[in-house]
């Protein structure tokens, strides 16, 4: 039995990754997406002025790197730009009155908001994760806790960056979202 000639594969095309678009984009559109990862010019400029990056690792490395080398100024405005964690909406009143007080006495005590990574908490988990850091690394000196805050914001920016560039979703909307203030 012979058979007839086969038809060559169907491939469907391919779409562009979100590396690809972020690669090709304006330095002006690639700053703008940066700025919502982590606010600091200075990191997104340099992230921006680097591209190509060959895969999502390598962008991430270098990330990582910028964020070590910002100085206290920015890391001030980066900080500046942050806010709270969002609790669940099922979360009691009370542990956010909890929370609100905890924020407070951290805020009047280091002049700056608390800051958090929270990849890999679950929901249900995040106001007491909160709450337990906010106490325990209310008890640092300023200079630990400014350094302990500037890891906490190399870890978010690269868990949003890592967020959008999967293709789930935009910076603005993974882990610890920041906002344009408080």
Known sequence: MTRGPTLPAHHPPQLPRPLDAFNAACA???RALLLRCLHSPRWSHRIA????YPDLDA?????DEAAYDLSPADISEALSHECLPRLPEDTYSAAHMALDAAHAAYEARFGHVFVIYLGGTAPSETADRVL????SRSANDPDEERATA?????RLARGRLGTYLRGAGSCATSPNAPTSGR
């Open 28 to 30: 002006t559109e690639a």
């Open 49 to 52: 002025a680097h591209r190509p």
């Open 59 to 63: 962008l991430l490395a270098a990330a």
């Open 132 to 135: 337990e850091a906010i106490r």
């Open 150 to 154: 500037a890891d906490e914001l190399r």
